[in-house]
């Protein structure tokens, strides 16, 4: 920086300073009413409650996924399951309890279905009774001597059907029951919240007390998680806003600053949430702890400014001498700043800005930096947390110059009281004299045997090395929550009696009309896929196995299989609807042309008439069959990833045969293995060498333009989809994880740049890095030695981390900078900086503990997880900063230089 360029920058500095506070009501006045304004604003900042949201556009695990929800009526199904161990005894008061229970909730508003053991007790009793009873077996006494009937009975039906259906209407053993409760898909009079709560009222209602059933699934998941992860947000701001004023209360023992940092942090979270609505952003499960954020981040910036105020205040009220080097940590190096005259707190109040303006900007230029690092993530919502957080430190900043001085000057007179004022500041500068000289002594210990430090950093790098090839992700989303909430114990007892809570699916092509061959295919894919049981898959069911043990009754057996499924779909219509789709109507060739003349008819990939758009070329769509796992998911990630690889490819495999492909054939038509239908979207010399030109009907009789593919290539009849909460949990975590090293590469090259713009070297800029690094890479090196898994929370923490523990690295150096200058030693500059800079920077990260400590009271697991790792990284930040900082910059800095 040359002399000039100093001198221009001093003169800013002055200028902007006293603008500022001169013109402190107006910009008071200002904040208060755009706060007022964003505040009513921000009502409509919403929690983003879809877990799809979680995944980045266009991804093939949320195309399968959503393919699943519109091809099978929503997927939004909710389990009531009870225990009973009175059902099977024959009891009538069991069955009708059950009937009972079936039949309220089939009533409740926005319920399409409900499919229970007493919908399958009445499909047996039917093909059992009358003509068909003259064909099947009489029902066997059971050991107590009771003759039982329906699906409680010892027909070979009633066995089968038990059979095929346990682990989803009942456990193993009988004890536990379950209602699968099929909502209505998409939009509703009545929201999901709605719903949900009208259940839990029939079933409080029916089983006269919460304790006695439990609600899961997918939308109870979503609704009650995120409602816990809404209210954890507003909590935990108020619980960290409650305990950080507590800290400056009674420790600091100053009013006036901590309701201007308080000011600073809601006009702050109220602007940023404002510019989310605006924006058209909105909260997620990523982004709960925003006001936490907010909070910590403002109270650890206000706090340099606060005890550079009161230095001067004491200097300004004593008679002893006091430079304004000792009075500001972080001063620029050619300030010819005086001491301000006695009795003045407006002009002490001017020339701590004044020396302070840059590294305040700085401390947040780095934050938003760090954060904006996350828009390298693929999760899209962990871009929007990125891009919140950015801006919630530009609104930290402008609100801190706009805010502070307005309030800590209002009623203050020029000349105050000044025995009052004297008492309050002198107190403190006592504290902080004791506790700088103590670090100074620490800092001459540590620059006299620095060998000491490069063996800690030594072991620590190795251990950091070893320890993160060694993390694994935590793919339970239960364990997101805590072990005693109702919601968890809920899912274990799915866990622990009905199969396991890994619910996901296959989807496979159907022929228009279901014949035996084709149901004798997904048979033998449900058989091959049932042999995974020793790798985690508990339970396969389909419309096949369905259909098999129907035809253990004679009468149904003698049926086609079209009558036999007719039949069924008679008895239990929910159960067959949510495992195959209707008939598609008549392929009719679509008029393509151009994309855009189509769009209204495209909805996510498929077409309102049944085709997909692949690639260019829009197919009609085959019907689908659904195949339902069940899995546990109390695993590894490793066994997940087995399991989900392992599953694909028996499909992969089977649904590449040539009996596969001959029974999805339609009986009127050609074999579409040989050449599929396919429609061009626009000309067919566009497309490969492979497509040839026909002439296809479009509905209107007329010719349009279509080609056909070879065989083998995108055959419909081929495709199928492995999806659901099982594949999408299991690839959710992974996806953040692996994002985190590319956001953390890219943090630690912005912040690099900034610091090398703050204090002008590159050589202090690098060596920066080193102590606000390490500590985030430490801690997840630690969990993957202690084998502790990485969640939501802990896979943010690096680049976050590091934008905050940077800060104090910043004033640090500052200060060192503007001592090297003028006393020529780096040793000298360096036991300086420890006694006058350590101590805010202690403040500010007991401010900063506090506050992340503040998340560990939250039921969401990753808050938790987020705000102790966190913390940690704040303290071994700060340890970095007082000593591996100082004595790597005493080793590479030359006296002179």
Not at 73 to 98: C, H, P, R, T
Not at 436 to 446: C, D, E, P, V, W
Request: overall charge neutral; proline content about 4%; charged content about 15%.
């Amino acid at each position: 920086m040359t002399s000039s360029t100093k001198a221009d920058y001093r003169d800013f500095s002055q200028k902007f300073s006293r603008f500022v506070i001169t013109w402190r009501v107006f910009f008071l006045t200002v904040a208060v009413i755009s706060g007022l304004t964003a505040a009513w604003i921000s009502k409509d900042f919403r929690l983003d409650r879809r877990l799809e949201s979680m995944f980045p556009r266009g991804s093939k695990v949320l195309s399968d996924y959503q393919l699943l929800k519109q091809s099978f009526g929503g997927n939004e199904v909710v389990l009531i399951v009870y225990s009973d161990d009175q059902f099977w005894s024959g009891a009538n008061e069991s069955m009708e309890k059950l009937r009972e229970l079936s039949n309220a909730i089939s009533s409740s508003q926005g319920v399409r279905a409900v499919m229970d053991l007493s919908q399958i007790d009445k499909l047996v009793e039917s093909a059992e009774s009358g003509i068909a009873g003259l064909f099947s077996r009489r029902p066997k006494p059971n050991a107590d001597g009771k003759v039982m009937s329906g699906i409680r009975g010892t027909t070979p039906l009633a066995v089968a059907m038990r059979q095929a259906f346990v682990g989803y209407t009942h456990s193993p053993t009988g004890d536990w029951l379950a209602l699968a409760v099929i909502l209505e898909p998409g939009e509703t009079k009545l929201s999901n919240e709605a719903i949900i709560g009208s259940l839990r009222a029939k079933a409080r209602a029916h089983f006269k007390s919460d304790s006695n059933y439990y609600l899961v699934g997918e939308p109870v998941l979503v609704e009650e998680g995120f409602d816990l992860i809404e209210n954890d947000g507003e909590r935990l701001g108020w619980t960290s806003a409650i305990a950080l004023s507590l800290f400056l209360v009674l420790f600091l023992r100053t009013i006036r600053w901590t309701i201007a940092t308080l000011a600073v942090v809601y006009w702050s979270l109220w602007m940023t949430r404002a510019i989310c609505v605006i924006a058209g952003w909105q909260l997620t499960m990523v982004s709960s702890m925003l006001v936490a954020m907010v909070t910590v981040i403002s109270i650890a910036t206000c706090m340099h400014w606060f005890v550079a105020y009161q230095r001067l205040r004491h200097a300004e009220q004593t008679d002893l001498p006091m430079d304004v080097d000792a009075a500001i940590p972080s001063m620029s190096s050619a300030s010819t700043t005086s001491v301000p005259s006695k009795s003045n707190s407006i002009e002490s109040l001017t020339v701590s800005l004044e020396e302070l303006i840059a590294p305040i900007f700085w401390a947040c230029a780095t934050t938003a930096i760090a954060f904006m690092a996350l828009m390298a993530a693929h999760v899209e919502p962990v871009r929007d947390y990125g891009l919140m957080m950015a801006v919630a430190s530009v609104c930290v900043f402008v609100g801190i110059l706009a805010i502070v001085p307005g309030i800590v000057l209002v009623g203050r007179p020029a000349k105050s009281n000044q025995s009052k004022i004297t008492i309050q500041s002198a107190r403190f500068v006592h504290f902080e004299q004791r506790l700088g000289s103590r670090l100074k002594a620490t800092l001459q210990i540590l620059l006299a045997r620095p060998i000491w430090t490069w063996v800690f950093l030594g072991i620590w790098v190795l251990c950091t090395a070893i320890g993160t090839w060694r993390v694994e992700v935590e793919t339970d989303f239960l364990k997101n929550f805590k072990s005693a909430s109702p919601l968890v114990k809920g899912y274990r007892v799915v866990e622990d009696h009905l199969g396991g809570a890994g619910v996901w699916d296959i989807i496979v092509p159907a022929p228009t009309v279901i014949t035996r061959e084709y149901l004798a295919e997904v048979s033998a894919l449900d058989k091959k896929l049932s042999e995974l049981s020793d790798i985690g898959l508990t339970k396969v069911i389909s419309l096949a196995s369905a259909e098999a043990a129907a035809r253990k009754s004679p009468i149904l057996a003698r049926l086609t299989p079209t009558l036999r499924l007719g039949a069924m779909r008679s008895a239990i219509p929910a159960f067959y609807d949510s495992l195959l789709t209707p008939q598609s109507p008549e392929p009719t060739a679509l008029a393509t042309g151009d994309r855009g003349n189509r769009s209204d008819l495209i909805v996510s990939g498929t077409s309102a008439h049944g085709t997909e758009d692949r690639g260019g070329l829009a197919f009609i769509s085959p019907r689908r069959l659904r195949i339902m796992l069940r899995a546990k998911e109390n695993v590894s990630t490793n066994a997940k990833q087995t399991l989900i690889r392992e599953v694909t490819q028996i499909v992969q495999s089977h649904t590449s045969s040539p009996s596969w492909i001959a029974a999805i054939a339609l009986p009127d038509t050609a074999p579409i293995n040989t050449e599929p239908m396919a429609l061009a979207t626009g000309s067919p010399r566009s497309l490969e060498s492979g497509l040839q030109g026909e002439l296809a009907t479009s509905a209107d009789g007329s010719k349009e333009p279509s080609v056909t593919i070879n065989a083998g290539e995108l055959n419909p009849a081929t495709t199928f989809q492995v999806t659901g909460y099982y594949v999408l949990l299991a690839s959710l975590v992974s996806s953040v994880v692996s994002d985190q090293w590319v956001c953390f590469a890219l943090a630690t090259l912005a912040i690099a740049l900034a610091l090398r713009l703050a204090i002008g070297s590159w050589s202090l800029a690098l060596i920066a890095l080193v102590p606000n690094t390490l500590p985030s890479l430490g801690i997840l090196a630690g969990m993957g030695l202690i084998g502790m898994k990485m969640n939501l929370g802990a896979a943010l923490i690096a680049a976050v981390s590091l934008g905050l523990s940077v800060d104090s690295s910043l004033h640090y150096l500052c200060q060192y900078i503007r001592r090297r200058k003028e006393t020529k030693s780096v040793r000298q500059s360096l036991l300086d900086c420890q006694s006058r800079v350590g101590v805010p920077l202690m403040l500010s990260t007991a401010t900063l503990v506090i506050g992340f400590g503040s998340l560990a009271t939250s039921e969401f697991v990753p808050t938790v997880v987020f705000g102790t790792t966190a913390a940690l990284c704040m303290l071994l930040g700060l340890v970095g900063n007082l000593w591996w900082l100082p004595v790597l910059v005493a080793h590479f800095e030359l006296d002179g230089n």
